[in-house]
């Protein structure tokens, strides 16, 4: 075994039980299912700002099409116009989705991850959604029930008494929704494994004696987070989630906004990929406690980071570095029998961002000939993107768009102008090109179109 094959054994063994982590499985599962309510508020929000905005959208706005000064005659008609403010309100009605989503994001991720921590850890549970409603019982324990509110004019904060600070409902919540949430899960099924419960008669239905049976463990579970919380304020004048906040989230959100933790993860993604491990299986619970974040503070106007999985979906993702540019380099310049009947199977898919067709079918995956310009697209790609954005050619990505809208579209939609649109097509452009020294040094080493050719002479 060659020094190159033996790396590539203990890469793909060490990336391979990392990824089959049971805990970092269920970060995952969790963040997926999230990311789902997520994507419906990142969808609503761009409607609102890309189409259906009369200040700033693309079909009324100044950034675009500019209908409503065609229809009123000038800016200022147009933003007095009944229609334009008809559309404001719609578009404040669409809005209202981050409600139910984002605005709610941790507590969302405390049922979600407290059930498939439940079933992953404890299959042999009776009853999952109990562990869920002890966890969300504890969530709420720990939660600041009070807070500072500076009136409008005002210069002097009034202390709010009995009423939930909601921010840490959203983002700020997400690292306490997922540790009380899994110790929650914990503490109540240790209690249930000692045995510390109400046994009931047989002749007792079965989900009035589970309730029961949870009297006591999850008395238990409670009582343990209102110490915490009492410990908690008392010790550090913070509640849970506060200090929860200043101890882990926020040096995770500063780590995750330097250079190194964008370059190390762009390049390991790609890498991941080359040797068949998909990359989410990894990344995802990293960037879903970091970068998501970032979309949901994104895309309620909270904040504008540049790094975030939006601005990484738009930069390589959705600008076909994984996809269209080898299809298109193998097209192109590929002499290749097959290699070409692959890459018209492939077109089609690329077009939607499904690379799977290209990277499989050639393969590009553990292929030596395309290592090198399947590891630098991403990074490549990103960069790119990171470029424009920096000289405020683009702003930071705000707009949630499905990764299955073909490159160049979602440049459009993903920043809601042109620009986005010219950036993604320079980011096809080099990376197709970076791919086409390579595709000329496989039409040398496997010159398949030659042997077919030689095959024929034969034949006759």
Same mark, same amino acid.
Request: hydrophobic share 50%.
């Given at each position: ?38 994507? @419906? ?10 189409? @259906? ?30 229609? !334009? ?22 507590? $969302? ?32 324990? !720990? ?25 840490? $409902? ?16 914990? @503490? ?133 570095? !994984? ?18 009947? @692959? ?87 080099? !990376? ?29």
């Amino acid at each position: 075994m060659t020094g190159l094959q033996k790396f590539q054994a203990n890469f793909t063994k060490v990336a391979g039980k990392i990824a089959a982590n049971k805990f970092l499985l269920t970060l995952r599962d969790s963040f997926i299912i999230v990311a789902s309510t997520s994507m @419906i508020a990142g969808f609503a929000i761009m409607l609102q700002n890309v189409f @259906i905005d009369p200040v700033n959208g693309l079909i009324f706005g100044k950034q675009g099409l500019q209908l409503g000064r065609m229809i009123a005659g000038s800016w200022s008609a147009w933003e007095a116009n009944g229609f !334009c403010k008809a559309l404001q309100n719609f578009a404040n009605l669409i809005g209202l989705v981050s409600n139910g989503s984002l605005n709610v994001f941790a507590l $969302l991720l405390v049922v979600i991850f407290a059930n498939t921590f439940s079933r992953k850890y404890y299959p042999k549970s009776k009853e999952h959604m109990t562990d869920v409603l002890y966890s969300l019982g504890a969530f709420f324990i !720990c939660l600041p029930w009070n807070f500072s509110y500076t009136p409008t004019g005002s210069k002097k904060a009034i202390d709010v008494l009995n009423y939930i600070d909601t921010s840490y $409902l959203g983002t700020k919540g997400v690292f306490a929704a997922l540790l009380i949430s899994a110790s929650a899960v914990w @503490i109540y099924n240790k209690m249930l494994s000692k045995n510390i419960t109400i046994k009931m008669p047989d002749s007792v239905p079965p989900a009035v004696a589970r309730s029961f049976e949870s009297l006591i463990p999850g008395t238990i579970t409670m009582g343990v987070y209102i110490i915490l919380t009492g410990l908690s304020t008392t010790l550090t004048g913070e509640t849970m989630p506060a200090l929860l906040l200043t101890l882990l989230q926020k040096p995770a959100l500063a780590i995750s906004s330097t250079g190194a933790f964008a370059f190390v993860s762009q390049l390991t993604w790609s890498l991941l990929q080359w040797f068949g491990i998909h990359p989410t299986s990894i990344w995802g619970p990293i960037f879903g406690l970091t970068w998501n974040i970032n979309d949901t503070q994104n895309m309620l106007g909270q904040a504008h980071h540049i790094y975030s999985t939006l601005f990484m979906n738009f930069a390589t993702i959705a600008a076909g570095s !994984c996809s269209v540019a080898p299809v298109l380099a193998i097209k192109l310049f590929s002499k290749r029998i097959a290699a070409k009947k @692959i890459s018209n199977i492939a077109l089609m898919p690329a077009i939607f961002n499904i690379s799977e067709p290209i990277t499989f079918g050639l393969p590009i995956i553990m292929n030596p000939i395309y290592f090198i310009p399947w590891l630098l697209c991403q990074p490549v790609a990103f960069y790119i993107g990171l470029f424009f954005t920096k000289i405020g050619f683009i702003g930071p990505i705000v707009n949630n768009v499905p990764w299955t809208v073909p490159t160049l579209i979602s440049g459009l939609l993903y920043t809601g102008s042109i620009k986005g649109l010219i950036v993604q097509a320079v980011i096809v452009f080099v !990376c197709t090109a970076l791919y086409v020294p390579f595709v000329r040094m496989d039409n040398r080493l496997n010159p398949d179109e030659l042997m077919d050719k030689m095959a024929k002479t034969v034949a006759e």
